[in-house]
């Protein structure tokens, strides 16, 4: 930080030296010392201004792609927040304020301090974390960044030092492999069951909202998908792709805010699993197939 101060001052300098040093051209008639002085002048106060005008205005009015913690939350301090941050896995939406966008991400906690995750786009990440002061602080390398840390129910909040919400997760429950004796669908059994068919069941990794619907075109690559809270009140809609890739997999992309990626899906007494190769955990139980 102290490094950024000491640049944005020094050119913040020369942008002023330069100004000046123009003013006094003017006065003396010297216009092409006016000209030679000025572009550097305004070139390095532009990208002052530039490098400031954001971090102002959000301190000022804050992000308007970020929400406030709901009032219900109740702040996680001292041993509640270790006990929440130790050998833990979760699922959840993170905010990047330097792209300004949202990812799905899913990341694991240890009680020993370390941490792994991976988002939608398949990135990953590991570091440590520590509680310091009754917060958690996540370093990455050579990056540390600390977060206030909330509980609503089963939501989970992390927000930055303007109260506004940069991650929100619930945590999952144990992992769930296969049920002993399920069997790998590909090929012709495979197609035989996804094209021109709608798979209802419930997800094992989500952020809310885990039953679904999934109806697979037959004459196309699009699937949608109806979720909701019951089986019975499927009223959130999503739409995507699929493909079933060159080893057999089902890969979903844009639907049920997994990962976009490829699953196995496993045959089991009464349904199908759809398990992520990663791991072997499975993400989401079908119960029918229409």
């Known amino acids: 930080m102290w490094i950024g101060i000491f640049v944005l001052l020094t050119f913040g300098a020369a942008s002023v030296s330069c100004l000046f040093l123009a003013v006094r051209a003017f006065q003396q008639g010297k216009w092409h010392v006016v000209g030679a002085l000025l572009v550097p002048g305004f070139g390095i106060g532009g990208v002052i201004i530039m490098l400031i005008y954001k971090p102002i205005m959000l301190d000022l009015f804050g992000d308007p792609n970020l929400q406030d913690v709901p009032e219900t939350a109740q702040r996680l301090t001292g041993d509640e927040l270790i006990a929440m941050h130790s050998d833990v896995a979760r699922f959840g939406i993170k905010y990047n304020e330097d792209t300004e966008l949202f990812r799905w991400y899913d990341e694991t906690v240890t009680a020993d301090g370390g941490f792994k995750g991976q988002d939608e786009n398949g990135a990953t990440w590991s570091g440590g974390w520590d509680p ?3 917060q958690v602080c996540y370093t990455t390398g050579q990056n540390t960044e600390c977060y206030d840390s909330y509980r609503d129910g089963d939501n989970f909040y992390e927000t930055n030092y303007r109260d506004e919400i940069v991650r929100s997760y619930t945590l999952l429950g144990p992992v769930m492999s296969p049920a002993e004796g399920s069997v790998a669908l590909q090929g012709i059994p495979l197609m035989a069951l996804i094209p021109g068919h709608t798979l209802i069941g419930d997800l094992k990794i989500h952020n809310g909202n885990p039953f679904f619907s999934a109806g697979f ?20 809609e999503e739409a995507g792709t699929y493909m079933v890739d060159e080893d057999g997999n089902l890969c979903l992309m844009g639907v049920l805010n997994v990962t976009d990626e490829c699953f196995a899906v496993m045959a089991k007494p009464g349904g ?6 990663r791991g072997n955990r499975v993400v989401a139980a079908i119960d029918e197939i229409n």
């Not at 199908?272 to 190769?277: A, E, N, S």
């Open 132 to 134: 310091v002061e009754d």
């Open 272 to 277: 199908l699993d759809l398990v992520r190769t």
């Open 217 to 236: 075109a037959a004459d196309s690559d699009a699937v949608t998908v109806m979720r909701g809270p019951s089986a019975d009140d499927l009223s959130q």
